[in-house]
């Protein structure tokens, strides 16, 4: 399995999380999946969280979300929701993680983490990588609650998949309400009906994020995507190139929304 692909379902794992929560919703130091802290420090609900998911503990991660969830998620709807998580299933670990920001405002506070992963695969071994997350936190009857920020990347995926499936219909929701208001789905439809990289042969095969700027519930990235052109008639590759995509995101209805932007 190549990096790109692990890449992927590790992403759509943490996805899953993400988007069940989000639907309500500089520290330097590195750590074992095992260290503590003290109560104060809302790094105790990292701990918390990479422990329940190192042992699948469905409960725990439920009851350490924060009330605002739970009040509009059931534990068996959370529970039917992480059922495929790749995070969460057997010979998936995190062993250790490495907090590269963080921001506490009162009963408040926000944190990326660098989470390193073990998995166990009975085709592909042993594979080892690394991930990075956004947490939101909220302390809650003496303890901090946690949940994670969806990443506007988790977009581009979506988007690219679109593409690639050729679903016109998604890339027209993957849009900005304010997008959709202006330019009505006919318009859409009509100005896309000869675009290039929906026709048949053309495929994204991979991207890589050059930059990223995240600014509250607005973001903006500039990522190289590798494109494969092949003939129609017999799938022969004609060629294979980069092309780099300025997006904008904007966070609406629990998820990012993706487009364009001019160079």
Known sequence: MN??????IIMLGLCVLACLLSGCLDGTAAHT???GNLPSDPETAIHSWVDA????DMDT???ISPKIFRNSVSLERFKQGSLQNPILQPGFVFTSYHITNKTIDGNNATMRVNLFFRQQNATYGEQ?????ADFGFSYETGEWKIWQIPDPETAVAEWINAVNVRDLNRLYLLSPAQFRKTIPWNQFEAANENNSRLQPGYFY???SVMDKNVSGESATMRVLIQVQQSSPENSTVIRSFST???FGFTFEDGEWKIWELPW
């Open 3 to 8: 990096n790109l692909r692990l890449f992927s």
């Open 33 to 35: 999946a095992s260290s």
């Open 53 to 56: 998911v190192n042992v699948k």
């Open 61 to 63: 991660l439920y009851v």
């Open 128 to 132: 080892e990588g690394n991930i990075t």
């Open 205 to 207: 095969t991979g991207f």
């Open 244 to 246: 780099m995509e300025h």
